[in-house]
């Protein structure tokens, strides 16, 4: 099993792997082309952030600075919204389902660490995969940690930190995020 295929499957993996540091140059450069495109410039950037994605819908807007570990892990569904300093880790499979938005500063991280330290400071790494599912509003400065899953119809609360999944038809805010709401 390489590198990337105990990455994608949940495995503790070594991310100073030979293939996943290739992949990560790559997406770098692309994003720093990204990030410096002029904003108004709307079909270049539409054109190079389905190079630097996974998969995409027709219609998404993402609007820089936008940064990501591989980016071909990251797969978004019609009319997808990312506002200004979004940042997804992806060194496991990230899905977000069609018509989410995402507002400034979003944060979307399925990397994470183990916790025994003698595994964390050998300098292995683990990736849990994040699933939102379609028509979900996250605000202001959340953020999803690794293996959430949030179902349809979901509001996440700015500044919220989402520490477990939860279904569909719900607003949830908070440190950690809980139901506020059913909707």
Not at 86 to 94: F, H, M, Y
Not at 121 to 140: A, F, R, S
Request: proline share 5%; with cysteine.
């Amino acid at each position: 099993m390489t590198e990337r295929e105990k990455a994608l499957s949940g495995q503790l993996y070594s991310p100073t792997d030979k293939e996943l540091r290739k992949l990560h140059l790559r997406v770098k450069k692309l994003f720093g082309k990204y990030n410096k495109i002029d904003p108004s410039n709307e079909k270049k950037l539409n054109k190079l952030i389905k190079k630097i994605l996974g998969g995409t819908g027709e219609k998404i807007t993402v609007h820089p600075p936008f940064y990501c570990d591989y980016g071909i892990n990251i797969h978004v569904g019609e009319n997808f919204f990312a506002n200004y300093g979004c940042v997804i880790l992806d060194v496991n499979k990230v899905t977000i389902g069609k018509n989410c938005m995402l507002a400034p500063c979003v944060k979307m991280f399925s990397a994470t660490h183990p916790v025994r330290a003698e595994e964390r400071y050998n300098g292995v790494e683990l990736g849990l995969p994040i699933t939102i599912g379609n028509n979900c509003w996250i605000g202001g400065g959340a953020i999803i940690c690794p293996g959430v899953t949030l179902g349809d119809n979901v509001v996440v609360g700015a500044g919220a930190v989402v520490t477990k999944s939860f279904g569909s038809n719900v607003v949830i805010a908070g440190n950690p995020a809980k139901i506020i709401k059913e909707l």
